[in-house]
């Protein structure tokens, strides 16, 4: 036994020295690294990343080198370019009004560990139609089990039958398969309305659930049957151009719509991998993923969503010393990783 | 013989043990005393919405006080023993050596175990008046890894105690801190959920520590 206890401490401290020792050392050598805001531009039709210039001027620099004002970036700098008087009447042939350009600002943007981590299945349920317009506090939630999607009252911790034998009705109907895999929604009275929840069945096929004047109705998407549906987001922007965005299983970026079409965008994003950011305005969709190795940088055009361009930025090498850690900037999870 | 271990551990540790049993029942009730406003001044929804929205757990002050526990109920009946190396007189008793030890831990081991299983109990039994059953049992796989701590601490504070010299004791303390440091890496809900086997199993590994210093001391190591 007591050779066990020497060789369990001993064992014990070597694990322990290569779990701190690289951290501390790693923390100590850590040099920061950033890039520099990057958006597509309508005005000058490249990629322009924000430089801060001689003095404190900021410019931006297209991936030519050619340097420019905030003319570049009209959309993004609208409020500023209007109250000087700067902002053009027309793009690309196009009236433009500022509330028009800022009713068609949207941003969206997730990580890894927003993903990668266990959530409990039960889901915060909206009104979609407030009595009184603005949207209120979910008083619902919807818990998905193996046989079925069950309706709760929350300050009741009550099942709601009614609503229930509702909601596995419409689901019935539509040839809903259980238990359901993913729920993407945003239970949140900031925004502007409410699309209730995208969700895959068992099967991978996409439905929306959404609750109407207290009637949860549910909408399948067929166009979104065969693609092995992974990952899904609601975007809820405020110009109603798209309802979410999904992922395939070979990571293919598509853009749901309103009206149920799903149209490809040429991105390429590993959710459970990859950082996500879109900015889109008037004219196009900047959206960027990256890893740890670099950026890549796609421009969509905001009326069908097809690629207009790409750009890639890589990251400068990085050093570490190796060594074991329990956590990761990708995941929620406590594990061993070497 | 068994009897007898088990009057001694009681004469050892009732009164710390009074005082964690204290300890736990206020701070729980506590806790659920402070629930129960929320619930009657909010409405229960708010607390769905804190643990699907916010991954809040409810009983985020109990997270420390299993180790707690098991650091002092190990102190409780093995610093006794320590005390004018008293520990020579349980060795010579008629009763096997290393059984002895092992009743002595399971003793400590159990005596924990039940505090926790009762706390963790009228946990649950009181979230599920407001939350659904998915919600109490995320809660309850989250506190699981906070419990192991608590073993964690008594098997580590009872080595430490046993053991007999201060530089291997320094070690067992860089080990322990190491590994309770571990089990609270992470506040984010059943982040241990894949990886508790492999903690459980090494927790246990770690008794073998108190047979190691009892062994040591034995052989008559000291400073």
């Known amino acids: 036994m007591k050779r066990i206890g020497q060789i369990f401490l001993w064992v014990s401290l070597a694990l322990a020295a290569l779990w701190v020792i690289p951290s501390v050392v790693n923390l100590i050598t850590l040099k920061g690294y950033s890039t520099p805001f990057t958006l597509y531009s309508c ?44 902002l053009p009447d027309s793009i690309e042939g196009r009236k433009i009004s500022l509330e028009e350009i800022e009713r068609n600002k949207v941003i969206i943007s997730t990580r ?22 603005e949207l209120q506090d979910p008083e619902d ?7 079925g999607i069950y309706v709760y009252n929350m300050d009741e911790n009550a099942l709601l039958e009614g609503k229930t034998a509702q909601l596995r009705g419409a689901l019935d109907s539509l040839g809903f398969a259980y238990p359901a895999k993913l729920f993407a929604g945003k239970p949140s009275h900031h925004k502007a309305y409410d699309e209730g929840y995208l969700v895959t069945d068992a099967r991978d096929r996409v439905f929306q659930l959404k609750q109407v004047n207290g009637i949860i109705q549910v909408r399948a998407f067929p166009q979104a049957d065969n693609l092995g549906v992974k990952y899904l987001n609601i975007t809820e922007f405020e110009n109603h151009a798209t309802l979410g965005i999904l992922v395939d299983a070979d990571n293919k970026l598509y853009m749901l719509t309103p009206d149920g079409r799903v149209l490809p965008t040429g991105v390429t994003y590993i959710p459970e991998k990859e950082d ?22 796609w421009a969509l055009r905001s009326s069908d969503f097809s690629p ?14 190796p060594g074991i850690r329990f956590t990761s900037s990708l995941d929620n999870w406590v594990k061993l990783r070497f | ?81 320590v005390q004018h190396k008293r520990l020579k007189l349980t060795l010579h008793l008629p009763y096997p050596q ?33 939350v659904p059953v998915e919600l109490v049992s995320r809660v309850f796989r989250t506190t699981l890894v906070w419990y192991l701590a608590g073993w964690a601490a008594y098997l580590f504070t009872s080595a430490l105690c046993l053991e007999p010299t201060w530089k291997t004791r320094v070690l067992v303390l860089m080990v322990a801190s190491a590994f309770l440091y571990l089990l609270f890496l992470s506040g984010v809900p059943e982040a241990y959920n894949g990886f508790l086997p492999w903690l459980v199993a ?22």
């Open chain 1, 43 to 86: 005005t000058v039709h490249d990629f322009t990343s924000l430089d801060r210039g001689e003095g404190s001027d900021f410019r931006f620099i297209d991936t030519k080198g050619n340097v420019y004002g905030d003319e570049a970036q009209p959309m993004f700098y609208a409020s500023l370019l209007a109250s000087k008087g700067a």
């Open chain 1, 112 to 133: 890894p560990k927003d993903i990668n981590k266990t959530s409990a299945p039960v889901y915060l349920l909206m009104e979609s139609v407030p009595e009184r317009l």
């Open chain 1, 141 to 147: 939630a919807l818990i998905s089990r193996k046989d």
């Open chain 1, 276 to 297: 996500f950011l879109v900015v889109g305005d008037l004219f196009y969709y900047t959206v960027k993923t990256s890893d740890n190795e670099g950026e890549h940088f």
């Open chain 1, 308 to 321: 207009v361009a790409t750009y890639d930025r890589a990251y400068p090498s990085d050093w570490s010393l």
């Open chain 2, 1 to 81: 013989m068994n009897k007898m271990i088990l009057y001694k551990e009681w004469l050892k540790t009732r009164w710390v043990l009074l005082g964690i049993v204290l300890v736990f029942a206020a701070v729980t009730f506590y806790c659920f005393l402070n629930l129960t406003k929320v619930v009657e001044i909010r409405g229960g929804g708010l607390l769905w919405e804190a643990m699907v929205e916010k991954d809040a757990l409810l009983v985020d002050i109990f997270r420390y006080l299993p180790a707690v526990a098991g650091a002092f109920l190990a102190l409780a009946q093995f610093v006794p023993e």
């Open chain 2, 98 to 130: 290393k059984r002895m030890l092992l009743v002595m831990v399971a003793i400590g081991l159990l005596i924990l175990t039940v505090l926790y299983a009762l706390q963790a109990g009228v946990s649950a039994f009181l979230l599920a008046q407001w």
């Open chain 2, 202 to 223: 090494y927790t246990l590994l770690s008794g073998v520590l108190l047979f190691h210093g009892v062994a040591r001391f034995k052989e008559g190591a000291q400073d």
